[in-house]
């Protein structure tokens, strides 16, 4: 029996996120398919783990965590890997990784779920959306402009947190192109060894018609 059990499915890049960090750091783990393309998040079994009713879920000796920015910091403690060396890279890593849950995988998540997996076509919600999601990835391509990893020079659970979803581009619908520093940093990650694309780490299923 692995050490982790990671519940996941390939298209979540918040899972990702999780699965990168295991994968990275030679772990113990296993993931465990969950169909939320087909409602299994919204069942009573999978709202008694978690009543939040989101994936990643991480089960790690009897304890259950929620919440990618949570399992990242969790297992950066427990592993002893990508996590900070003093106080003020913690607060700087838990800065980024709050900048991306409320800036950049908000809107860039929501943005490749209304283009990819809806039949609405373009709005003015994904107008609203594609124009904050490329806000913060200015912020981000200027911040990496000057540091090769979201904290100086050594790749950290900030870096995971904040490439979760950058590598659906194709599904996103905006120019890489316009953020060379972006498109730079994550091919630096992609270079780490046990890197893995999120539909090749993490198991998944077509959506029933």
Not at 20 to 39: C, E, H, I, Q, T
Not at 44 to 62: A, K, Q, S
Not at 82 to 99: D, P, S, V
């Amino acid at each position: 029996m692995a050490e982790y059990k990671l519940y996941c499915f390939d298209k979540s890049g918040n899972a990702y996120k999780v699965a990168l960090m295991l994968n990275l750091s030679g772990a113990d783990w296993k993931p465990r398919f969950v169909d939320y393309m087909n409602g299994e998040t919204r069942t009573e079994e999978f709202r008694e783990l978690n009543p939040m009713g989101e994936i990643p879920l991480l089960e790690h000796n009897r304890l259950v965590l929620s919440q990618s920015g949570v399992i990242l910091d969790y297992l950066a403690g427990k592993i002893g890997k990508f996590g900070a060396k003093n106080e003020a890279q913690r607060r700087e890593i838990l800065r980024w990784i709050l900048f991306d849950n409320h800036k950049l995988t908000s809107y860039i998540a929501t943005l490749r779920f209304l283009r990819t997996f809806t039949d609405r076509g373009e709005n003015d919600v994904t107008k609203f959306l594609e124009a904050r999601s490329k806000t913060a990835l200015k912020v981000l391509n200027s911040h990496l402009q000057d540091s090769r990893f979201a904290i100086g020079n050594r790749v950290t659970i900030a870096d995971f947190s904040m490439c979760g979803y950058l590598y659906f581009q194709d599904e996103i619908g905006i120019n890489f192109a316009e953020y060379p520093h972006i498109t730079r940093w994550l091919a630096e990650i992609q270079n780490l060894e046990g890197w893995a694309h999120p539909y090749d780490l993490m198991p998944g299923e077509s959506i029933k018609a």
